[in-house]
């Protein structure tokens, strides 16, 4: 089972956008903004091909944060948090995988999607996706979301043994 | 500026009206790569100013670094509860901060959907899909290309919806013999298989030429009616393999239409063919490329008009005459008028691939102007053709879709240089045509029932 506090976990399974930051080719942070999914352990964020400049950049450079900041975005929960953990890319077959992975999760939160996914036609390569999936490391938590206070600091039980 | 270009603020060098942006978001995401290598994010509130091409950031707890580059996001969407979200924007800027807190930007990208709309945003990014999956393959060692299931595969290829415009004519010259005595059922299904497998193998053969000339690449705001099937641009089908199906269904549609010419014994049944396959093709291949120079609404006027229907009365009556003639300017009007808009939204790419459709020679008032006379014309056909004795009095039945086409061209004063919200406009110019045809068709049965009861 995953480690994450209550409250982040509870972040998670509302936000409908994170801003996922990876490491681009010169060593420079890019954010792109994503929605999260949460299976209880593992975050899952998922990618068009048309858009894979990110997965891209994972591949070369796993270490990969996800922020949870805007609370319009999470059903008014103005607290806050950081995730940092690994990434890896599943794409073994971009057309179907990611639907065996991740639909059931996207659609409790974005349920327009099986309208869209029945409409596939229209826009094909939307729907050739990897999934990213992140194993948390590090939690960052602000209560309230005020970041001028020191945030909660939990690590994951295999990075505190470690 | 740099190549970027697929967001709706291309990556470059920051300006104030960057920073006037920026300033309508609540809050910003800082991020840094910490010193485990990490990515970190923090949000804070923010205050730009534009003058000095700088943006004050509030110190967090969490201490913003100096020493190394940082990425500033502001990001918003609107939720839709129980369906998703929409409004969706977001501005990024790169640079450093010298003291934690005056953060002075570099280099800025972003995506506004209300300035590029997510269909062309998805469109601009069709070459990072192919080269993506380009490189998968290499790293799995087979190839991986995008798919669709052959149902909708075999739909999209052929555009097999527009499958109307050739029905149409071909009922009506069917429908006109049959006024003058003269219907075989067999040969009138034949007529109706081998046109529809004709127009589907022009429209992969469009395809081609159009892929081949760079037009569909070129093109990053097609529509469900515009555009292209632009399968081979997505990789989904390759051109050789385009090719081989418009062979297929041009050999198809020929053995049927061979078949028919041996049983009526018509030649002119033969050059009509002839001639339909022709014009279908020299649409978009070299070196006539008629739509490249502005005469394709003319080549479809021809072709889904005169040829299809008279074709259809030929194999039914074994002769030409005026009434078909007469009345097949009709629906080939409506189906130019199909073409004329539905060129509107591809004019800036068909511009730049050479393509020198009529929307990109003349103005939009002259554009629509034209699509208003045109419509009329085609309705004055049907009153003059009644008028003067050749078209049987309930064609006028046609008239009542003239609501429709002002209605049309009312949307065209709207929404000329929107591609998405032309979208409604375009599906109800497919309709209009559809709605003559339908009239038209109807008009020519209470005929022959009218002639039956009489």
Known sequence: ?162 | MTATRSGSVPAHAPTAVDLDRLAAYPHVVVSWVDDAGYPVSVATSFRTDAAAGSVALTATALPIPDDRELSVMGSHIHPQPGIGYDERRYLQLWGRAADGTTFTPSRVWGWDETEVPFFEYAERSVPQSRRYLADLSREKGRTIRPRLSPFWLALRTTRLPFLSVTVIPVLLGIAVAATHGAFTWWTALLTLVGAALAHLGINVANDVFDTLSGADDANTTPTQFSGGSRVAVYDLVSVGGLVRIAVALFGAAAAIGLVLVAVTGSTTLLWIGVAGIVIGIAYTAPPLKLVYRGLGELAVVLGFGPLMLLGAYVVQADALAWEPFVLSLVPGIMTGLILFVNEIPDRRSDASAGKRTLPTRFSPEAIRAAYLVASLVAFGVVVAGVAGGLLPWPTLAALAAIPLALRVHEGLKVHYDSPYTLMAVMGANVNLNAAVGGLLLLGYVVAIVVAQLG
């Open chain 1, 1 to 162: 089972m995953g480690w994450l506090p209550d409250p982040v976990e509870a972040l998670l399974e509302v936000a409908l956008v994170g801003e996922l930051t990876v490491v681009g080719r010169n060593g420079r942070p890019i954010a792109h903004p994503l929605i999260p999914l949460y299976d209880g352990e593992r975050i899952f964020l998922h990618s068009s091909t048309l858009f894979s400049k990110k997965l891209e950049h994972i591949k070369r450079e796993p270490r990969v944060s996800l922020a949870l900041t805007d609370p319009v975005a999470m059903k008014g929960n103005a607290d806050r948090a950081t995730i940092q953990g690994t990434a890896r890319v599943l794409e073994d077959d971009p057309h179907v995988d990611w639907e065996a992975l991740i639909l059931d999760l996207w659609r409790r939160k974005e349920p327009a999607i099986d309208a869209f996914l029945k409409a596939r036609v229209a826009l094909p390569l939307f729907f050739e996706r990897a999934v990213i999936e992140i194993t948390p490391e590090r939690s960052l938590y602000w209560e309230g979301g005020d970041t001028t206070r020191p945030p909660v600091e939990t690590r994951a039980p295999s990075e505190v043994a470690a």
